[in-house]
């Protein structure tokens, strides 16, 4: 069975600085997709970055990037140069290569950034 | 291009009455999945479907029920509403493949008083 586990449920930090968003992952699948969500106060999900478990680098997307350690089997994110914008619930989800794909989440972590 | 619509936004039902959230998305995936969302547990799979008239359950499918007749329609009905399922739900839609993540929609608030 595929688990996400996230284990800060808040975080606070000052605007411009980076933030690490931790996310760990458990499954018997050699083929899967790691995933972060954000989810503002107004409710809908946004997709920010994804990781292929055979993929070699890092995944990136403009100030987000993806630190992967297949062997920790973890999967944080890393927001550079936090924004006030950036306050919201973030969520860690893994999609199986085998069978239905399901897409399993993790707890989430809020974070608030303070100017 | 819709992306995936949800309907009703908000809805409150007393309990024992039963209603149907629906659920269309336009963009032929094949992949649709019903989640419901509660404080301090993240996502949690109600079911999930891997093509028109394919339908499983997922990790919370008691009280729920779904079909999957078109490819563009997932309802997921409530067959007897219970306080227990408060909560915010969510359907999501994808193509086949550990590459592509799901497209979700916007959300139904539902209370059951």
């Keep these: 069975a595929q688990k996400i ?3 800060q449920p808040g975080m606070f930090v000052q605007e411009k600085e980076a933030v690490t968003l931790d996310c760990t992952y458990d499954t018997s699948d050699p083929s899967y997709g790691l995933f972060w969500y954000k989810q503002p106060s107004s409710g809908e999900m946004i997709f920010l970055i994804y990781q292929g478990s055979y993929d070699q680098q890092n995944a990136t997307e ?3 990037s993806l ?6 089997k973890s999967a944080n994110l890393v927001i550079s140069a936090s924004q006030l914008g950036d306050s919201a619930m973030y969520f860690c989800a893994m999609r199986g290569g085998k069978g239905a794909q399901k897409l399993v989440f993790g707890q989430g972590t809020r974070l608030t950034i303070n100017p | ?6 309907t009703p ?3 409150v ?6 209603m149907t959230l629906q659920c269309a998305q336009d963009m032929n995936h094949e992949y649709m999945s019903w989640y419901r969302q509660d404080p301090g547990m993240g996502l949690r799979l109600i079911h999930y479907s891997v093509g028109a008239g394919i339908t499983d359950q997922g990790e919370v499918p008691n009280g729920y029920n779904v079909s999957r007749s078109t490819t563009e329609d997932f309802p997921l009905r409530l067959l007897s509403a219970a306080p227990s399922q408060t909560s915010v739900y969510f359907c999501a839609s994808s193509y086949s493949g550990i590459n592509y993540g799901y497209t979700f929609g916007s959300g139904t608030r539902l209370t059951v008083v």
Excluded at chain 1, 67 to 72: G, I, L, S, T, Y
Excluded at chain 2, 13 to 18: A, E, M, Y
């Design chain 1, 62 to 64: 403009g100030r987000y």
């Design chain 1, 67 to 72: 630190n992967f350690q297949k062997a920790r």
């Design chain 1, 5 to 7: 586990t996230q284990t």
């Design chain 2, 9 to 11: 936004k908000f809805q």
């Design chain 2, 1 to 6: 291009n819709a992306g995936v619509t949800q």
């Design chain 2, 13 to 18: 039902l007393k309990t024992g009455q039963s």
